[in-house]
């Protein structure tokens, strides 16, 4: 529909112009904040985005190479990584307990328990 508009010394109305649609340039939104790193210990990857709207209609083109996701190495301090118990090697068994009779042989070993989430050991087994 045509719509008029008319005053004492102008008159209106709307029309179509040459194209049916308006070009439409590229347009590049902002970078999305970092993501979390990709591990929870040691060395991994954070990503950026950012959403692109490509040109339509005739409109600017976006710059060839344009990123859409960039990447970088990122670290999880090493005080934070999980640290599994250890258990280090028995010692020597110590002499009898008594010289005639039942008695007691003991030894004893080092034990750096679990911190940080890491494994915990297995409480009254012997290994060797």
């Given amino acids: 529909p045509v719509v008029v508009s008319c005053a004492v010394t102008l008159c209106q109305r709307s029309c179509r ?28 990857v954070t990503t ?17 190479g344009t990123e859409l996701k960039e990447s970088r190495t990122c670290s999880v301090q090493p005080n934070d990584c999980p640290i599994d118990c250890k258990e280090h090697p028995w010692g020597n068994w110590t002499s009898c307990s008594v010289t005639c009779g039942e008695g007691v042989e003991a030894r004893t070993r080092e034990v750096e328990q679990a911190r940080f989430r890491g494994e915990e050991c297995d409480a009254g087994v012997e290994r060797e």
Avoid: F, I, L, M
């Avoid at 112009?17 to 210990?41: L, R």
């Fill in 17 to 44: 112009g040459k194209y049916y649609y308006c070009p439409v340039d590229c347009k590049t939104h902002t970078w999305s904040s970092w993501s979390a790193c990709s591990v929870s210990c040691g060395e991994g």
């Fill in 48 to 64: 950026k985005t950012r959403r692109v709207e490509q040109a339509q209609h005739g409109g600017k083109e976006c710059e060839a």
